[in-house]
């Protein structure tokens, strides 16, 4: 008689939606934790590259800074990429100015 009430109490919340679906939650969380464990080792401690205007792919690392930190040489660590480009803070500087200048001389 008892065993008759428990299998009505199992069979009702097999009818509830929320009961079925605490039953998946074990296997969900161990994907998950798989998942974010395979993500970790792909990063594999470090910061993602930005990404590289070439290919897309989020590679683009700086590879080094010279001329008192005006000159930026970054490149692509992706190897069927592998391009870089060097970005100049100086020269960006000079256009900058030289603009204003023929701004500033119709002004005044
Ligand atoms: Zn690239």
Known sequence: MRMGVLDDVRKWLNDVPLWKELGTIPDRTKALEEKVAALEAMLNG???GDVCPFCGAQ?????????HGD?????CTDTAC?????????????NRRSGTALLGGNRR
């Not at 590679?59 to 001329?67: E, I, K, T």
């Open 59 to 67: 590679s683009f690392r700086l590879d080094r800074v010279d001329m």
């Open 46 to 48: 470090k910061r993602p």
């Open 82 to 94: 592998g391009k870089s480009r060097e970005i100049r803070h100086d020269l960006n500087a000079k």
């Open 71 to 75: 000159r930026e040489v970054w490149k």
